[in-house]
């Protein structure tokens, strides 16, 4: 499947979107959407959704609540992965990062920080839930055999931040051959110009970054698919 028309479409006429500079080197260029998605929600805890809970919370309530419209739409298309980044009290296990960010520091294990978001929808039944301690979803957990044993073939990505987890994984995923999608409306970052800043620099660099409206159109038919008997 290609990418839907409304996105393609955004692509042929949405110049004044575009980072002129990167454009003019050659950037830019179309990833083709699969058939055989997984969703990546990247750290949609309450330590960084729920303010009061953490210093690196921020209100992200936006993107939370059209997260878990996609995650309701994706159920029975392809495999729903959840991280969350958390810690031993020790924290030998966070390795140079905390030196860079100590409020990292607040996400011990067993701690509210560290919980999920409850407005996700979380179903230990059938979600995978990996734990990371570092920014790219990928690093030192299973996700990459995790896609490789359910063939898929693009990556849908949701979470926070878009300037730390979101942008890491993205780089990761493309360079792994999972075509990253990150959905615009479904990440967050508790500054919005380095959100911006690294939306431009995920689509013309790593990804595509379709609203949530224009990665339903690409999921619907995937869906009409799999409800086939």
């Given at each position: ?41 990247i ?62 520091a ?112 690409i ?11």
């Open positions: 499947m290609r990418l839907s028309s409304t996105l393609g479409a955004r692509a042929e006429t949405g110049d004044e979107l575009k980072d002129q500079a990167n454009a003019r080197s050659g950037f830019y260029g179309r990833l083709i959407s699969g058939r055989r998605p997984a969703l990546l929600v750290d949609f805890q309450r330590g960084f959704t729920e303010p009061g809970v953490s210093p690196l919370a921020s209100s992200c309530d936006e993107a939370v609540a059209s997260t878990a419209s996609l995650i309701s739409a994706m159920r029975g298309i392809g495999p729903i992965i959840f991280t969350v980044v958390a810690y031993e009290p020790h924290l030998k296990d966070a390795g140079l990062w905390v030196q860079k960010c100590s409020s990292l607040a996400l011990i294990r067993g701690t509210a920080a560290v919980e999920l978001d409850p407005r996700l929808g979380y179903d230990p039944q059938h979600d995978i839930l990996l734990y990371k301690t570092q920014a790219s979803a990928f690093f030192g957990t299973p996700l990459a055999g995790i896609l490789a044993a359910n063939s898929c073939d693009m990556l849908v990505i949701a979470g926070c931040t878009t300037s730390g987890c979101v942008r890491a994984s993205a780089v990761d995923a493309i360079q792994y051959g999972y075509a990253p999608f990150v959905v615009r409306d479904c990440v967050a970052d508790r500054s919005a110009a380095q959100h911006e800043s690294n939306l431009i620099d995920i689509e013309s660099k790593y990804g595509e970054v379709p609203s949530l409206a224009e990665i339903l159109e999921m619907q038919p995937l869906g009409a698919a799999s409800a086939s008997p």
